[in-house]
């Protein structure tokens, strides 16, 4: 037992290790903010305490290395109603292949801004166009089970954001891994960085400009590029531990516990529970951006269902809302199919 306190507490103390220590907040510094937006109401429920905990076919957002302990095939779509009138829709499908590993794919799409009215400073009422915002991104996943106890799994996925007649592109790589240990009915501990890669910069037919070039009516007329700057992506460093501290033929009870590291913004601790009954009806809740500064994130509560269609087909639905402060409240919505 005293063995088990102080793995708990030195796993503790090394994630929590900088949690105070980063006062510069480098928020607006990086490209594709969408990717940050979280998937998955199970996740979203636990206060996104999860990284340990992914073992859906929604770890292919959270920790790619736990869909290698999914031996199931999978089709799953998630709706979030995001803050802002931003809706996010994430779609993918897994397949457990024996000897080989799981593999998977998914697409996200974000709708940021629609049907906008173009104003310009000379018509400020509209110049009678539209415009839209928003992101993709298409990735494949593969993860595998190294030993009994370790797993590791990767995305690759390609990234584009448009703003009108302007987009910017870029691919990333997310790399996760999951270690278990024989205690406290499993204890785990789980690791992931996500989106590692290219910078990504606008371009487009809005930063073409023609300009004359001389004096008089001799000058020529020459086109010109106004040059943007590049963006990194937003990278996530998340680590994670959790275990089932209850374990009975009905009943099982799952804690975890995440440190998150972003590169454009404060760290900050996640903490959360699932409570199942006979793997049929969920609960849960948690608490999300503990400790991160000027934070409107907080309290998420969530509810699973499953449903079983037939000996090998089982029907998954999910819901989860978070409160986000003076921004109101975020919904999360999934439907999935295991078979």
Avoid: C
């Avoid at 400009?209 to 010109?224: D, F, M, R, Y």
């Avoid at 951006?289 to 089982?314: C, H, I, P, W």
Wanted: aromatic share 12%.
């Amino acid at each position: 037992m005293r063995s088990l306190l102080k793995l708990i507490t030195l796993t503790i103390i090394v994630m929590s290790y900088n949690i105070f220590g980063q006062d510069i907040s480098k928020s607006g510094t990086t490209a594709a903010q969408f990717l940050k937006i979280n998937v998955g109401p199970r996740a979203m429920g636990m206060g996104s305490a999860f990284v340990a905990t992914a073992d859906d076919i929604s770890a292919i957002y959270w920790n790619p290395s736990g869909l290698a302990n999914n031996r199931a095939n999978n089709a799953y779509f998630n709706h979030t109603s995001w803050i802002a009138n931003v809706d996010v829709e994430f779609a993918a499908l897994s397949s457990y292949i024996d000897g080989f590993g799981t593999i998977g794919a998914y697409v996200t799409v974000a709708k940021e801004i629609e049907n906008e009215v173009v104003r310009t400073v000379d018509q400020p009422e509209g110049t009678g166009e539209l415009f839209d915002a928003g992101g993709i991104s298409i990735g494949i996943t593969y993860a595998r089970q190294l030993t009994d106890h370790f797993s590791m799994g990767f995305n690759f996925k390609y990234i584009q954001e448009r703003v009108w007649h302007m987009n910017a592109q870029g691919f990333a790589l997310d790399i996760g891994a999951l270690y278990k240990i024989d205690i406290l009915n499993e204890f785990r501990i789980g690791a992931n960085i996500s989106n590692f890669g290219t910078k990504m910069k606008l371009s487009g037919r809005d930063i073409l400009e023609v300009k004359s070039v001389g004096a008089g009516n001799q000058g020529n007329l020459i086109n010109t590029e106004i040059v943007l700057d590049e963006f990194s992506l937003p990278l996530i460093f998340r680590v994670g531990v959790a275990a089932d501290l209850l374990k009975t033929e009905s009943l099982k009870f799952t804690l975890g516990l995440d440190a998150v590291h972003p590169n454009d913004h404060t760290e900050y601790v996640n903490v959360g529970g699932e409570l199942g009954w006979n793997e049929i009806l969920f609960v849960r809740a948690g608490y999300k951006s503990l400790f991160e500064r000027d934070t409107e994130q907080g309290l998420a509560l969530g509810v699973g269902f499953n449903y079983r269609l037939s000996s090998m087909v089982k029907f998954l639905f999910d819901y989860a809302y978070q409160d986000f402060g003076r921004l109101e409240s975020v919904h999360y919505i999934s439907v999935g199919i295991k078979f």
